[in-house]
């Protein structure tokens, strides 16, 4: 599958010496793991880089290798310029936060990416919306261009592949997704530890986060949709960081019958997150896409602008004629 965009994606890696690294604002496996393989691939080569995000990367991925060398911005601003770029695993430039000033003038960008809403930023475009991951993509690059598989390399990828998968569970787990965890596997990757880091283990924070959204859970849209809700409150009182409200919404989709799940997540006043999962019946990416983000058909988000209330009502009026249903509350 479009042998020719990976062979430009190596190259892209040859031709320049310096990079700048990044992914998406509040990263996940996927995006941390596609950076971190970028990397270790960079190093490889003997090419020097900097590897950023806007924010903080979440502790739970400390376990991947390079991970003390992820540049928080805002802790860390940088003043230097890049002429080359490689961004992983980001739809369009508004999900890379604050990064896009350090792109010199007609800098070159690689961008490698499995967003279907992907609007081709870069000067070099490997999207490839039937990838399961990022990090599937970034295999085939590594292969293409000589890199020599290794533990530390198969475990960032492995780990973008378990967590964009649910664990090798979602609709998007093929074949190929399978096969290429059994060759990361046996450059000794142990899948116990890394699901066990992943997807197992959680913080007391969450449970806390959890205990008060489950409060707020809601069937609506004569009960297709189920919804939950935290605010910054929620937050305060649980003494809980953003990252720990993450996978909330899952609760609401699991819910037997229920078509739809929509966490709203008021990670500052005024600023709400939206999360939503799907079952078959409605493309989650185009009503994200309709409020100014994307994703996935059955995994989309997006950033609302107001309190929950306001943020419920937008995301109301698109999901109605998506689901053909009222709201019914
Ligand atoms: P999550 O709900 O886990 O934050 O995101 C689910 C999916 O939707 C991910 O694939 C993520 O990349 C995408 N997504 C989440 N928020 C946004 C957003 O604000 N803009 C875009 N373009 N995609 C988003
Ligand atoms: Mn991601
Ligand atoms: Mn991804």
Not at 29 to 36: E, K, N, V
Not at 53 to 71: H, I, Q, S, V, W
Not at 263 to 289: L, T
């Amino acid at each position: 599958p479009n042998r020719a965009a990976v062979e430009e994606a190596a190259r892209f890696f040859r031709e320049h010496d310096r990079f700048l690294v990044l992914s998406h604002v509040n990263p996940d496996g996927d995006a941390t793991g596609s950076a971190l393989g970028v990397v270790l691939m960079l190093e490889q080569l003997g090419k020097e880089y900097v590897v950023v995000n806007e924010g903080e990367t979440p502790l739970k991925f400390d376990f991947l290798p390079r991970f003390d060398r992820l540049r928080n911005l805002r802790k860390q601003p940088l003043t230097e310029m890049f002429e080359a770029v490689i961004a992983v695993d980001c739809a369009d430039e508004s999900r890379m936060g604050d990064v896009r000033p350090l792109f010199a003038s007609g800098a070159a960008v690689l961008n490698i990416d499995h967003h279907p809403t992907n609007d081709m930023f870069g000067t070099v475009n490997l999207v490839r919306p039937e990838a399961a991951a990022t990090a599937e993509i970034l295999f085939e690059v590594a292969e293409e261009a000589g890199i020599a598989f290794n533990e530390e390399l198969a475990l960032c990828i492995y780990t973008g592949l378990l967590t964009d998968t649910g664990g090798f569970r979602y609709s998007n787990t093929t074949p190929r997704v399978m096969e290429i965890a059994a060759r990361l596997l046996t450059y000794g990757v142990k899948p116990g530890e890394v699901a066990e880091r992943c997807l197992e283990e959680i913080t007391f924070a969450h449970v806390k986060i959890l205990r008060r959204a489950l409060q707020t859970l809601q069937l609506s849209h004569q009960n297709l949709v189920a919804s939950i809700c935290v605010s910054v409150d929620d937050f305060a009182e649980a003494e809980a960081k953003r990252e720990d409200a993450g996978g909330l919404v899952n609760y609401c989709r699991n819910i037997e019958g229920v078509e739809v799940g929509v966490s709203f997540v008021e990670s500052e006043p005024g600023i709400v997150k939206v999360s939503m999962r799907a079952r078959d019946r409605v493309d989650v990416s185009a009503v994200a896409k309709q409020l100014g983000g994307g994703g996935h058909a059955k995994a989309s988000g997006c950033t609302v602008k107001g309190t929950i209330a306001e943020a419920k009502q937008k995301v109301w009026d698109v999901l109605e004629p998506a689901l053909g249903v009222k709201h019914d509350e």
